[in-house]
């Protein structure tokens, strides 16, 4: 196939471009700013609709990552193997993942009428944080569209033919990028996205997902210490 220039710079050259920028990205952050690699929390400020955006979002996220990981990065032929039918992997995907992704898709909504309502919290909200939370929108928005909305009203897309093969073929140096060109525009929306976001991530709030992510689930936003507790540990310090 003759391919134009512009999709090899899509399917090849800009994705490329992302993942660099991606891992180089992270360790200048990591060897330059250590104190601001956080997720810079805000419970102080307001507690009520974080209690439900948080989760909702960050479950929603993780269960449509191993989505991803069961959709594109696991190959169909391996399915085939196990003879698992089509027609499961379909519902599966359908239903469980845009369950998971609805959720997230909610959660996030509700994280940015906070940014927007709370003024303390907007407050805290810099340029970097805007420009993060509109493009995750779009992907996760995007995400949803395609599994939900796309495959109700237009049908089902196989995309474990097509965008599975030519993402593994990346990470080949064996890049695949005619795949691409027949995908459906909603889907080449999403994946171009998300790899707009990849660039980003490293100089965003994002990286806080690589410090103990699962610990964030569990455990308060902020670690609060009482007066009394400072105190004695001051003593015992200056005792030492
Ligand atoms: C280049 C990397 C990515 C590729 C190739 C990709 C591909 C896909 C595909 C093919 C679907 C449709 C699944 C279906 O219809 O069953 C999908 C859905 C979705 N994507 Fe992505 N995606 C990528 C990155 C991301 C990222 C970074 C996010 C979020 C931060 C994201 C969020 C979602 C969500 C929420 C859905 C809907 C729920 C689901 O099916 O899991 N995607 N993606």
Redesign the pocket.
Known sequence: MNLSLMDQFLWVIFPYITLTIFVLGHIYRYNTDQIGWSAKSSEIMEKRLLRWGSPLFHYG?IF?FF??VA??LIPKWMYELLMVPDELYHFG??YI??L??VL?LVGLVILIIRRMTVSRVRLFTERVDWITIIV?FL??FQ??Y??VIR?FLVGEFD?RST?GPW?RSLFTFSPNPELMVTVPLS?QI??LL??L?FAMWPFTRLVHLWSLPLEYLKRRYISYRSLNFLRSFKLSKNKQ
Do not use: D, E, K, R
């Open positions: 996220i449509a989505g991803h959709g594109v995907a359908v993942g845009g998971v992704g997230a995750l992907v996760v995400g949803v395609v599994t495959n995309y965008i993402f889907f999403h994946v998300a790899f976001l």
